[in-house]
């Protein structure tokens, strides 16, 4: 297989931007039509992430452990997807499904690679989706005996902390194991779109999970303001591999640094730690104003604990130092600044692991402002959860990513 050759060919198409993703899905709805109910009705938003997703995956094809790990996760999370048949009934997600992807793939390229697509490069392009889909399906079929196609999740508690911001506590059907620090695709099932959703809490023994939301767009809004005690939302398999890994290197300490609703993984990784020997940690949160520190009560309450596997310690240093920072605050005597550069004033120690959660605004103002300050890139864990590790061909809406 000629992977420079599946590279440029692939750059042809990432070049052409939106223009491919709505040639691929048109070429796909015409061979086979009743994929179209597996997608949004508005595709305006999301419609470059499977094509995306494939040409990154196809081009880096010599990549083969990470490329199988990640292929066989995306293939059992796949199976939350399925189509409507005449009658409204699921019709799940099969192998007929992936060859007219496979066949709008191949049609794509022909048409944007132009006159140098050649017999040989079609073989090696066929030969490439058909080593990935098979892994996707080896994928969904394992974990069928392990994991239900996606979780109902029913809506237990709903407390709404400010115009614009709620918890919700879920109970899932099934136990769901994620690691603190993840995300789960999480769908309203009336809207039809995923959005991915970071539970606040360590895992449970009854399984529950909190998830922080923000306003930000149609799927948040709703939540926000619509989504009731009863309601059921569903919940795919969780993702995430920055985050929680947080652990790589037990003996540094820890600099957390969130804004917003970003709070929430960190939040988690906090539980865990508490319920553990604990860990020097540092947990620097940013608002512009006091108001936006929702979760203030739950972490100060947190750094007062003592940590489980500690509890008879006698030393009196709290393991959680919390840093609430606001940029403006009238009536307010704690740090004010940035979270970033509050983080950079009271130093955070130079052999410290620093996890970064907040919008991409943030995390990009964040992240910027520690590299300038000499932070190694090789100590910053922070999590994109917006596929960012695939070329994007639009750019997405606010809410179209993840909502923390
Ligand atoms: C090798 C083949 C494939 C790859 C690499 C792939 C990759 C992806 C990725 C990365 C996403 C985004 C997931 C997310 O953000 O949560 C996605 C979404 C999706 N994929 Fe696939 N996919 C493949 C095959 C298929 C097939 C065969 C179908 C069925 C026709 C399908 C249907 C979907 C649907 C319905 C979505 C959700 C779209 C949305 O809500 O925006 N995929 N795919």
New binding site residues.
Partial sequence: MDVAALRWSWNRVAAAGPRAARHFYAT?FVI?PE?RT???TN?Q???D??L???GH??TNIDNSDALAAF?HH?GA??RR?Y?LDVEERPVP?AER??I???QALLATLADFVGSEWTPSLRADWAAA?EF??K??LTGAADSEQLTPPFWQAEVIGVERRRSDVCVLTVRPNYLCNYLPGQSL?TQVPTL???R?LSPANAPRPDGTLEFHVRAAGRFSTHLVRRIAVGEVLRL?HP?GTALSAYNRAPHRPLLLIAGGTGVAPLRAILEELQQGSGRPTTLVVGGKSPDDLYDHQALLKLAASTPAMNATASSSAPWLRYVPTVEIGWDWDGEVGRAADTALRIGPSKDADVLVCGSPTMTRATVAALSANGIDSDRLLVERFD?SV?PLLASADTDSQKTT
Avoid: C, N, S
Wanted: charged share 10%.
């Fill in positions: 796909l086979a994929t597996m997608f949004p595709m938003y999301q419609e992430k499977l995306a997703a494939l995956i196809i292929a995306l999370d796949h997807f189509g997600l499904h992936y007219w992807v496979g989706y990935v889909a892994l996707m695709p039809r779109t995923w991915y795919g993702t596929h695939y």
